[in-house]
């Protein structure tokens, strides 16, 4: 490979929560084992080499006022939107920054609804989602998707059309690819979704964050690809952060082509002041979206697979009692360990304590509503990843 994703970082007191923060509390490491950062959705690869250049020659330039995004900064986007997604026809028009894809849900939802307002959200639900709308006012509603007799993620369809009708919702939170799951949605799902919500006058805000990640053999489908109705009433965003791990840097953007949404947002977002774009966030994405960052992508998505492969092979291998569905998309698993824990009376909080014992740093996956959840990232190097199955294979598992 031409980019390298087998070092393994220091990144001790170098600003990273993932590998400085235990996230499960009263959780410790045993001494003699070494830390495996897998938990919050952070990669540890370096990222593209072009992002740091461009970050470099614009500090260069010692003057740091007030600006307004660069015409570069949206070509890069339109072109990155038409070779990695198709989407022809996009405008500098129809693109908007957002501090981060949170920020922008929110102000769309403000847009679209009042406080109290019933929100359509699937389940198992991406924790951010559940803090801010929440936080926010607005009640969530969730359809479960089901697992089907291959072990796939699905939407029920009659379900979701149930609940847009007894609670009288106008507006659903829509993640492609989906997070937790790593569902990629296939562009007849998307559509048949589309139609639900067109049914009950809903529009739709589509999360796609984690759409340049798809493992391999699933390729994203833009929500707002599939109709000409999902493009008048969805509103999508996007953001180099998960691709490139630059959440520390802050940058996303929405793309919308209805106007009359398009300006109804951007009013909303800036009424605080804060959605405002860092010089050098811009600067970070224009040099992600360079043709070596599509090299570079196209690499990392080669080693999640694998990681993914391995990963998914193992557990259901060797932990008798640890279901889960591949995932098609993102670089996380999401463990049930339901039949684990009853079968050897622990509770869930023993098992995740467990597994930090030996260094494994993963997450609680509860708060994203499934009872007996575990999140495993595995956007790291290889060897930690078969390191990591291997201590919780021999220490968490099976027990020594």
């Not at 001494?31 to 614009?58: K, L, Y």
């Not at 060897?383 to 291997?390: F, G, I, R, T, Y």
């Amino acid at each position: 490979m031409k980019y390298d994703f087998t070092t393994i970082m220091d990144r001790h007191g170098k600003d990273s929560i993932a590998v400085d923060v235990i996230p499960i509390p009263d959780a410790t490491i045993r001494e003699g084992f070494s830390r495996i950062p897998m938990w919050v959705a952070d990669m540890n690869f370096a990222t593209v080499p072009t992002i740091q250049s461009h970050i470099i020659e614009r500090v260069k330039h010692p003057a740091f006022g007030y600006f307004n995004p660069s015409e570069e900064y949206f070509r890069a986007i339109i072109q990155w939107q038409e070779k990695r997604n198709h989407v022809t026809g996009l405008t500098k028009e129809a693109i908007g920054y957002e501090n981060g894809v949170l920020g922008g849900v929110m102000s769309a939802l403000q847009v679209l609804c009042s406080p109290g307002d019933s929100i359509l959200l699937h389940s198992p639900t991406y924790i951010g989602f559940t803090g801010c709308i929440t936080n926010y006012g607005y009640h969530i509603v969730h359809s479960d998707l089901i697992l089907d007799e291959n072990g796939i993620w699905r939407m029920d369809y009659e379900d979701m059309d149930r609940k847009l009708k007894e609670h009288k919702i106008h507006a659903a939170v829509f993640c492609s690819p989906h997070n937790p799951s790593g569902r990629v949605w296939e562009r007849w799902e998307i559509e048949k979704a589309m139609d639900v919500y067109r049914a009950n006058d809903c529009f739709v805000i589509s999360d796609e964050i984690w759409s340049d990640l798809t493992l391999d053999g699933y390729h994203h489908i833009p929500t707002q690809s599939v109709s000409q109705w999902a493009k008048e009433h969805v509103i999508a965003m996007y953001a180099p952060s998960k691709t490139f791990n630059l959440a520390g840097l802050i940058g996303s953007y929405h793309i919308i082509y209805n106007k009359y949404l398009r300006e109804r947002v951007e009013k909303q977002s800036s009424l605080c002041h804060y959605n405002s774009m860092n010089v050098l966030s811009m600067h970070a994405l224009i040099g992600a979206y360079q043709p070596e960052g599509h090299e570079w992508v196209d690499e990392l998505r080669a080693v999640l697979t694998e990681n993914v492969d391995y990963a998914y092979r193992y557990i259901t291998e060797h932990f008798e009692g640890v279901t889960l569905a591949k995932p098609q998309g993102t670089y996380m698993l999401y463990l049930d360990c339901e039949a684990w824990c009853k079968s050897h009376h622990k509770t869930m909080d023993e098992l995740l304590k467990a597994g930090v014992a030996v260094g494994v740093i993963w997450q609680d996956g509860r708060p994203f509503h499934r009872p007996y959840a575990i999140r495993l990232n595995l956007a790291l190097p290889h060897s930690l990843v078969k390191e990591a199955m291997e201590r919780l294979d021999r220490y968490v598992f099976h027990g020594e």
